[in-house]
């Protein structure tokens, strides 16, 4: 079946490193991709996303690139701030009948001023 | 526009009690779901609905219920809870053509002792 694979956290950085979140994923058919975030106490809230290979979604100053030849879709900011602190999911959505979404385990992001 | 709305925010129950979450939506959204979320595993599907009058289990059904007999609700019933039943639970709900983005309820934190 489907799958997704999130680089594991937490992760720290300082304010304004650059991020990077690693997310590959399994999928037969044409998935479309997706980030959500998750800030404490919050349900998860869409992020960007991208519906067809070579697609760039962004948002917030977040991208990622929906790589069909390395099945990625990493997720990239050049300046992280305290405010991004949160847990990134990255996920998939089948794209037949129901179109069943699939997450990935999330990854913690803690910025530190 | 409350978007989905979730209740109780928090709860405590003795193992064997049984209880219902409550979710609604108000983007007239035909599919809703119901998820679990758990440290390091993601979020896992329970149940979800296509539709007033349909639904269907996902991957970790066992233990819980859901009816769904208007658009806009679909409770979540725990039958007799177990302490491994300990969670954060999330209802999400989204259209059912094109546009796939889910949107997320904030969450209900049940802790089973």
């Known amino acids: 079946g489907d799958s997704v694979t999130q680089m594991e956290g937490p992760v720290t950085l300082s304010e304004e490193a650059f991020l990077t979140i690693n997310c590959t994923y399994t999928?037969?058919?044409?998935?479309?991709l997706f980030w959500y975030v998750q800030y404490p106490g919050e349900g998860l809230q869409l992020l960007l996303k991208?519906?067809?290979?070579?697609d760039k979604g962004s948002n917030k100053g977040f991208e990622a690139t929906y790589r069909k030849e390395t099945t990625s879709f990493h997720l990239e900011t050049g300046s992280v701030q305290v405010s991004d602190s949160a847990v990134y999911f990255c996920a998939l959505s089948d794209g037949r009948g129901y179109q069943k979404v699939t997450f990935g385990t999330g990854t913690k992001l803690q910025v530190i001023p | 526009n409350a978007g989905v709305t979730q209740t109780p925010k928090f709860q405590v129950l003795k193992t064997g009690q049984s209880m219902t979450l409550q979710c609604a939506q108000d983007m007239n959204h035909e599919y809703m779901s119901w998820y679990r979320q758990d440290p390091g595993m993601g979020l896992r599907l329970i149940h979800y609905?296509?539709?007033?009058?349909?639904?269907d289990q996902g991957e970790v059904p066992n233990g819980y219920n859901v009816s769904r007999s208007t658009t806009e609700d679909f409770p979540l019933r725990l039958l007799s809870a177990a302490p491994s039943q300990t969670s954060v639970y999330f209802c999400a709900s989204r259209t059912g053509t094109g546009e796939n983005t889910i949107y997320f309820g904030e969450g209900s934190w049940l802790t089973v002792v």
């Open positions: 991208a519906t067809k290979a070579d």
């Open positions: 999928a037969t058919g044409y998935p479309s």
């Open positions: 609905s296509v539709g007033a009058g349909i639904t």
